[in-house]
């Protein structure tokens, strides 16, 4: 039986793949007259012209924007929520559908993104992930951000796409509507090869979009009817984070404060980032002498407090919701930090931009022991997730960084996946002899 993703006929585009690739060139290059540019489907122009006048990056890797606890949260209130069952019933009757499923928010950010297992990984390399932004704004021209934005169904066919990140892939979205109101409540969105945009598949995601307002719209009668004085529940906006102390590569961690509106950068002492870390890392709280071990090694709690006595008047001056409570001592108000939006990012298959995000070790010179099993977890974390289910070309951008570049292993399974005319072989194979030179010699 044929999957229902596979295309009963072939899609002829209105343009090469090539002549496509070679106007979006031009556009980049600011030739906006070229024209080659008139070959390009007039929605997809239009699009990239947006794209480039947002000042997007071409190469640009979508902003994460809502944590795992701002994520669960808003998208269990979300009024799509009950509409994920039928969804999964219409779009992935089969787990190896060879397409992902995303359900996003009004705003382009993704609530929802399941499917195929393999094509998951391979998208999530690009930052198809739940809590990412995928706004035209955001990324450019997509299905979902340019469905949102011409309030319509769009299918977006490779090479389209304005980010050069997502041209392997093709999609298909359509916009869910209130089924009273006509307000936007979100995007459906299909992703995955060529099959994932047929007139078929746009057919098949229109009408599952159809079908999420009409059931939402039976849900809300059946809700009046049982308990008509109840006022109508929408999904709360979600909880921004305003505050992130910023540790990765940096000696002196950065506390940023602030939203949308602007934002206050506080630089801190390397020990004041250090207890303020160990407070994010423990959240559950610590004793005094607890505390006092993870930042010097020993209970030393009479060197401990003159300490915390000189962070909280840092902290009151700039961010005094973060004024450490004590017995135990702990944070009040969530810390978020970069190296758990790091984490984050792994945890949902994002290693692109998760390696993007990383800016070197936590607090490198350090020697808080606290402090070093944190940067430790942080950085075999990062490994580890990259060796098991990165592509090729996330490897070799790890192996460029501090971390990778003496890392046998990771060089090693990079060559395995490279093809065996790729030019970027030869470099991989001379910096493998050379490390094995250097241990040679070593062991001498």
Known sequence: ????????????????????????????????????????????RESWRRSLAGLVGVEALPPLELTDDELEAYRSAHPLAGAMDMIRALLLPEPDAGVVVAVGDAAGRLL?????????????????????NWSEQAVGTSAPGTALTLDRSVQIHGAEHFNRLVQPWSCTAAPVHDPETRALLGVIDVTGDADAATPQAQLLVDATARAIEAELMV??????????????????????????????GRDRALLELGGDAGKSVTELSARHAEILLMLAVHRQGVSAEQLATLVYGEPVVDTLRPELVRLRRVLEKTAPALVPASRPYRLTTELETDAHQLLSLLGRGAHRVALAA??????????????????STVSSTLRDALVAEASVDVLLAYADTADGAD??????????????????????VARVERLDAAEERATR
């Open 358 to 375: 990383y800016r070197g070790p936590v607090l490198p010179d350090s020697t808080a022991p606290g402090v070093e099993e944190f940067r």
């Open 407 to 428: 890392d046998d292993d990771v060089l090693r399974l990079a060559l395995s996946l490279l093809p065996a005319r790729s030019p970027k072989r030869a470099a991989l």
């Open 219 to 248: 849900a809300r009668l059946r809700s009046r009817a049982a308990a008509p004085r109840l006022p109508r529940r929408h999904a709360p906006p979600p909880v921004r984070r305003t505050t992130t102390l910023r540790v990765l």
């Open 1 to 44: 039986m044929p999957s229902l993703w596979s295309s009963r006929r072939e899609i002829s585009p209105q343009s090469s793949r090539l002549l496509i690739e070679r106007a979006h060139e031009e556009l980049v290059a600011g030739n906006a007259g070229d024209a080659r540019l008139d070959q390009v489907r007039p929605l997809v």
């Open 112 to 132: 929802w993104v399941e499917g195929d297992r393999h094509v998951r990984t391979l998208t999530g390399d690009m930052g198809f992930v739940a809590g990412t």
